[in-house]
């Protein structure tokens, strides 16, 4: 995470990478680095924090491939997944879907076996997980979270 992302997407790019988010709450907005990222080459990324409304992405749902909703107050691991995250989920699936956008959206922040079902239930298809995962052995982590997930 950084406060002005737009220096970096050339760097990037070199960097072969393919996929790069930015926070809904930079300074300036997000427009100016989405379309750097999307002409650039990469797919773009908005990340909502808790307290962000899913409207706030409306202005920017066509040009996104993913959106990243914070299921915990950024900064730290190992918060606990907060409560209303599996309805905000939904919401921003039925305005995707209301749009007819594609973007896929995905979590980060308190993912566990037990809270992931749920939130694939109300729409999320893409895991950002740290705990999770890094809490023991990284194969047991994701052999874990997948059967948590079996689909």
């Known amino acids: 995470m950084v406060e002005n992302p737009l220096p970096f997407i050339p760097e990037l790019a070199e960097e072969k990478v393919e996929r790069v988010s930015v926070h809904y709450e930079i300074p300036g907005g997000p ?3 989405l379309r750097a990222i999307r002409e650039a080459g990469m797919q773009a990324g908005l990340v909502l924090n ?3 409304p899913n409207g706030a992405a409306k202005p920017y749902l066509h040009g996104l491939d993913r959106i990243l909703l914070m299921t915990v107050c950024p ?6 997944y907060l409560e209303g995250s599996n309805q905000k989920i939904a919401g921003l699936r039925s305005l995707l879907d209301r749009v007819g956008s594609r973007a896929v959206i995905q979590i980060d922040g308190g993912v566990t076996p037990q809270n ?8 999320a298809r893409s895991v950002v997980a740290g705990s999770a995962v890094f809490g023991g052995t990284v ?3 994701v052999a874990y979270l997948r059967r948590s997930c079996a689909f």
């Open 75 to 80: 900064g730290r691991g190992g918060q606990t």
């Open 116 to 123: 992931l079902p749920e939130a694939y239930a109300a729409g």
């Open 50 to 52: 808790p307290e962000t």
């Open 31 to 33: 427009e100016k680095a």
């Open 139 to 141: 194969q047991s982590g």
